[in-house]
């Protein structure tokens, strides 16, 4: 019964490759999360996608792009990967916070530990 | 503006004794602070919030202590336990932030039997 799951849990793989990293969520959020986490914890918000609305941090390079075939799921594409791209990927999910709801609680998956060689 | 400071990087904290991590924000728009607990090889998960219409907020050993005229607030963690062992993070959301969370740095926590 995972709420967020991502898979693959571990990618090991060449510089130059391309490859992809799924997101399901079993919540009923509308708005979907990546989040980049590198080796000092930092935590950087690369995306944010709801069905009306995607917002791209803009230091994210154009490498990365996220695809949602629905609501449900937000898979995250990575292009001519480098070896800076090494880092922890984190899934997250929420209803979308308004105005109204700024309190909504983001859940988290257990990440996607990419190492590129 | 956008930024919310964290400190400290990293923390050592006895068995039984109080464990304080400290933000601080600019944003005077910021209307809502969550912090995360995240443990290792996990990840963060909610673990209290507070609104900036109380100054105090406590669930259990843990207590977020908000200071709207510093904009700063503090999550302290009592009768501290091995189990608390992880990386915390404060956050931040508000208009400005277009609602989106605003993330500290994160502070990892080291509980020693």
């Known amino acids: 019964d995972t709420a967020v799951s991502q898979t693959p849990k571990y990618l090991v793989t060449q510089m130059g490759n391309d490859k992809s990293i799924k997101c399901e969520q079993n919540l009923g959020h509308d708005t979907m999360y990546w989040y980049k986490q590198d080796s000092k914890k930092f935590l950087k918000i690369m995306f944010s996608?709801?069905?009306?609305?995607?917002?791209i941090n803009e230091t994210v390079p154009n490498r990365f792009s996220p695809k949602s075939p629905d609501k449900a799921h937000l898979n995250l594409h990575i292009n001519s990967l480098e070896l800076g791209d090494s880092a922890v990927y984190f899934c997250?999910?929420?209803?979308?916070?308004?105005?109204?709801?700024?309190?909504?609680?983001?859940?988290f998956g257990p990440g996607t530990r990419l190492l590129v060689l | 503006q956008q930024q919310v400071k964290q400190s400290p990087q990293s923390l050592i904290v006895q068995k039984g004794g109080i464990s304080i991590i400290n933000c601080a924000y600019e944003?005077?728009?910021?209307?809502?602070f969550p912090w995360y607990q995240q443990f290792p090889g996990k990840g963060p998960a909610l673990l209290i919030a507070?609104?900036?219409d109380v100054s105090e907020k406590k669930e259990g050993r843990f207590t977020i202590s908000f200071n709207k005229s510093a904009k700063q607030f503090s999550l302290h963690i009592m009768d501290s336990q091995p189990g608390d062992s992880a990386t915390y993070f404060c956050?931040?959301?508000?208009?400005?932030?277009?609602?989106?969370?605003?993330w500290g740095a994160g502070t990892k926590l080291i509980i020693k039997p």
């Open positions: 956050a931040a959301i508000g208009a400005d932030s277009n609602y989106q969370l605003i």
């Open positions: 507070i609104r900036p």
């Open positions: 944003n005077t728009a910021f209307d809502y």
């Open positions: 997250a999910s929420s209803q979308e916070p308004t105005q109204q709801r700024r309190s909504e609680t983001q859940y």
């Open positions: 996608y709801n069905n009306k609305e995607l917002i």
